[in-house]
């Protein structure tokens, strides 16, 4: 398991070739603490 700071998932989303849209956070509870949702668009192919 990995976790990443949200701005950091972004950029690195962003150097895969994904054009970042949105980000969900999960609210908190006992089970879970650390999950977002991202929405990402793949960015065409330039050339």
Known sequence: MTTYPIDEFWRIAQRCGFAPQAVHLVPRNELDE???YFFLL??????
């Not at 793949?42 to 050339?47: F, K």
């Open 34 to 36: 650390r999950y977002a």
């Open 42 to 47: 793949r960015e065409p192919d330039a050339g």
